[in-house]
């Protein structure tokens, strides 16, 4: 699994990536200092939370989140997850695990109880993406819906699985990330269909269909 995390961090994160400087961002984090206008280039800082920290704030909220995800998420800190299709939680060493806390905190309670773990934002506001726990017999992984957050918690606003594992989101992510120099959006989303033939290839083939469809659609009408 650490391959894979390495692998997703070099095709997300490249040199020149800036942020509006805060008080909250170490000074080891930043690249290039705070422009006039305020903003700074930031790089990636090896991480060093380990599970037990991440074990706290699953006793807190009574959830289990996929250990998948716990080896990724601790391998760096590094202030923006926003991969335009998924936006991931973001790691501080200054705000320990508060992107994963926040999500957690607004979620309606009567799912969290059912086993819906939100961790990420869908990248067209949506709502969040959620691990389905339920009936799952191992914590390695768990699949991966969306939540529509107008349904205020009812169960009629969770999707078919769209991606099988969050292996298989980081897969398909790293190969987005890597192509969208040479293509556009709509043109790498149906590779996702072999990288992950189980979720984004089966169940999840309508959501990622109807990306592809208004990636087109917006294409034609205003060029990009």
Known sequence: MSDL????FQAYWTPGMKMVYTDRIPKEMIA???NDSGWFEWKLLKGTFTFK???KVEERFKVKL???????????FFLDGDCSIVRLPYSLPTEPLS?????????????LSLGLIPFASEGNDTGPLVFDTRNQTNNIDFPIRVYDHEYGGE???LSEIIFSSFTKLLECLTHFLNERENKKAFEIIPDFFKIDPAGAGSTGKNYWMSWVEMGKANYEEFGY
């Open 155 to 157: 169960l009629d606003g």
């Open 99 to 111: 992107e994963i806390k926040k999500n957690l905190e607004w979620f309606p309670e009567e799912l």
């Open 66 to 76: 996929p250990d998948s995800f716990i080896d990724w998420h601790k391998t760096y």
């Open 32 to 34: 290039i200092p705070a």
């Open 5 to 8: 995390n390495e692998q997703f």
């Open 53 to 55: 920290d991440y074990e």
